[in-house]
């Protein structure tokens, strides 16, 4: 086998190295900076150069190589190469040969070009490892465009009744994906301290995101009336959301789509919008691959593993310590 799942993580015998593993290694290739798939504790990192300062911003003073898109490196007797997941900005499949055999792992990845991460890129293997955190025919997601609009109608109605629109989205990749399209003629925009740290790597990078103001102690909030608030999911039900008074509170999640979970977080908006694929997205990501193997990592593993097992793969399911998208813990678990 060109990839085998072993206790620290996906591991590559012929490289000998790891891709996103979970416990400390030697050499760990990472598909993008999201907490869950790169962690503290390896020895030397490789992540496209994008992924890199994000990385670098959470882990600290870290051996991180960065590569290219599509740039292949000879690594042992594997020959890799990274390509775009359109999940966040920087992530990455990872393309691994050996032999003229060829396996991808997909990490997480969205279909649908968000205008700000590189988009996603079918890439062509004999067995394909996917995520499947929203593997169920349930999850269909809106146009973008169509998000976008709502999102902008609840702050301009909340903004004319003189309350402040707080919505939770992850710090890196949706935070960033609702600044870029949001109407900014019709507020300020604040966030919370992690996003704001997010911003500022991403900006010293050279990816255009509109101006923001960090919310710290020091500031008065009672100077930005009708501001959108953009907070970590975890911040949205304690003392840092409360210092907003009344304000109108709403999620941009994947889980949105499913009856009741607004409820369950008492927020007045859902707003479905996720950075991994939906349903269409899954099945078309993988009939694009042309591959025969498919590995399913997290999310509705054992109900997509069937789903694809019907439809004539030869499916299976791999215990991982990935989490998808969570609407209680910040992917990145950035400090504020």
């Not at 102690?217 to 009672?222: A, R």
Request: glycine letters at 10%; charged letters at 20%; aromatic letters at 10%.
């Amino acid at each position: 086998m060109v990839l085998t799942f072993k206790p620290e993580g996906i591991y590559c015998p012929a490289g000998d190295f790891y891709i996103d593993p979970w416990r400390p290694v030697e050499r760990a290739l990472i598909t993008h900076g999201h907490a869950d798939h790169s962690r503290w504790g390896m020895k030397h990192y490789l992540a496209t150069e994008t992924a890199a300062p994000v990385m670098r911003h959470r882990l600290g003073d870290v051996s991180i190589e960065t590569t290219t898109y599509g740039e292949t490196r000879q690594i042992g007797g594997a020959q890799v190469s990274f390509h775009p997941a359109g999940h966040v900005p920087g992530s990455a499949q990872i393309r691994v040969e050996v032999a003229g055999e060829v396996w991808v792992a997909s990490g997480d990845y969205k279909t649908v070009d968000d205008g700000l991460s590189e988009a996603f890129e079918p890439v062509p293997c004999h067995a394909f490892i996917t995520e499947s955190t929203f593997g169920l025919p349930v999850f269909k997601w809106d146009r973008q465009e169509e998000v976008v609009a709502g999102i902008n109608s609840w702050w301009q109605s909340n903004r004319d009744l003189g309350r402040f629109s707080i919505i939770g989205a992850y710090a890196l990749g949706k935070a960033q994906r609702i600044l870029a399209h949001v109407d900014t003629s019709i507020g300020p925009i604040l966030t919370h301290g992690a996003i704001e740290n997010t911003n500022e790597v991403l900006r010293a990078q050279g990816i255009a995101l509109p101006d923001t103001i960090r919310v710290n102690q020091e500031m008065s909030v009672k100077d930005h009336p009708g501001a959108l608030v953009i907070a970590t999911p975890s911040a949205m039900n304690g003392p840092w959301a409360r210092k907003f008074g009344q304000a109108s509170t709403g999620f941009a999640s994947g889980w949105m789509a499913m009856r009741g979970v607004r409820r369950r977080r008492s927020a007045d908006r859902g707003f479905v919008m996720s950075d991994h694929a939906d349903w269409d997205g899954l099945n078309s990501a993988i009939k694009a691959t042309g591959a025969e193997r498919i590995f399913v990592t997290h999310g509705y593993t054992s109900q997509f593993t069937k789903w694809l097992s019907d439809q004539g793969y030869d499916a299976s399911v791999v215990e991982t310590e990935f989490e998808g998208e969570s609407l209680d813990t910040p992917e990145t678990e950035p400090a504020a």
